[in-house]
C-alpha cells in the first residue's frame, strides 16, 4: 500500500478535520501544504473540483472531509471514529453533518470578514510554508485573492452577521448535545467530537493546532476570541484537543521536499 497523501490548507478547519483523523488513527502520511488560490490547477488535475482537503487513498483521490474519514474508517478502522453502536453511529454521523452544514461554512464566513483586512496576518496563517519567492508572489497576488475570496464566500457585513450568529447558534447546539461523559455521542471520543472541535478550531485556537501563525492575532479578532472564550463549546473545544490531538503521524519524504519546492515554484511563475 502507498503511503497515503494528504493535499491541505494549513489553517483550514475542514483540512484540519482530515488531518486529524489521520493523525487519530497513527496513519503514516505525506502533507503537500498549497497556497489559497494558486492550489486551483493542482487539485482540479487531481478531482476535476478546486476545495481541499484531498487525500490520495491507494491510488484514489477523495475529496472532502467527511468522505475522507469515511475511507479511512474502511481502511484503518482502529482506532474508530465511527461508535460500533448502530444507534449511536447514526447520531455521531448526523452530527457530523449538522456541523459541517451548519457551522464550517459559517466560522470560516465570519472569520475571513474579520481577518481579511489584515493580509500579513493572513499570510501568516496560510503561507508562511511556502518558499520565500512563493510567499513574494501571494503577497503581490493578496488583494485580488482577496477580493476573490469575497466574492466566492459572499463575505459582506450582512452575510457576516449571519454567520455570526449561526456559529454561536451551532456553539450552543454542541452545549446543548453534550453527554454526561463530555462526549457528543457515548462515552468516548467519536467522529462527531473531532468535527466540531476541528470547525471550530480557527475561533478557539487550541495550543494544539499544528499550524500557527507567527503574528498577533488581529484586534477585532482578539476581541471576539475574548468575548467567546467562557462559552462551554469554547471551554469544551479547548479540552477535546488537548485530550485526543495527539502527535502527528506526518511523514517526510525527499519526493515530497522536492515537489513542494517545485509546486513553489510554478506559484511564483504563474504570478508573474
Not at 197 to 215: G, I
Amino acid at each position: 500500500m502507498d503511503t497515503p497523501e494528504l493535499w491541505q490548507f494549513t489553517s483550514s478547519h475542514f483540512n484540519e478535520k482530515a488531518r486529524w483523523a489521520l493523525d487519530f488513527k497513527h496513519v503514516p502520511h505525506i502533507r503537500h501544504s498549497l497556497i489559497p488560490g494558486f492550489h486551483v490547477p493542482v487539485v482540479k488535475r487531481m478531482t476535476g473540483k478546486t476545495h481541499v482537503p484531498v487525500l490520495k487513498l491507494n491510488g484514489i483521490a477523495i475529496s472532502d472531509s467527511s468522505k475522507i474519514i469515511d475511507a479511512l474508517e474502511r481502511a484503518y478502522p482502529e482506532p474508530a471514529l465511527y461508535p460500533a453502536d448502530p444507534e449511536q453511529r447514526r447520531r455521531a454521523l448526523e452530527l457530523e453533518d449538522f456541523f459541517d452544514e451548519e457551522l464550517g461554512p459559517y466560522i470560516r464566513r465570519w472569520v475571513f470578514h474579520v481577518i481579511l483586512p489584515y493580509p500579513k496576518f493572513v499570510r501568516a496563517a496560510f503561507v508562511s510554508h511556502a518558499s520565500p519567492a512563493a510567499q513574494l508572489a501571494q503577497r503581490a497576488m493578496s488583494p485580488l485573492i482577496g477580493a476573490v475570496m469575497r466574492r466566492q464566500m459572499e463575505i459582506n457585513p450582512a452575510t457576516a452577521e449571519v454567520a455570526r450568529a449561526k456559529t454561536i447558534a451551532a456553539m450552543d447546539r454542541l452545549e446543548r448535545e453534550l453527554q454526561p461523559s463530555g462526549y457528543l455521542v457515548g462515552d468516548s471520543f467519536t467522529v462527531a467530537d473531532l468535527t466540531a472541535a476541528a470547525l471550530l478550531s480557527p475561533l478557539v485556537r487550541p495550543p494544539e493546532f499544528p499550524y500557527k501563525a507567527a503574528t498577533p492575532l488581529p484586534e477585532p479578532f482578539a476581541k471576539i476570541i475574548d468575548s467567546l472564550s467562557t462559552h462551554a463549546a469554547f471551554q469544551w473545544t479547548l479540552e477535546t484537543y488537548r485530550k485526543h490531538r495527539g502527535e502527528s503521524a506526518e511523514v517526510a519524504t525527499e519526493a515530497s521536499v522536492s515537489r513542494t519546492r517545485a509546486d513553489a515554484s510554478r506559484t511564483a511563475t504563474t504570478a508573474r
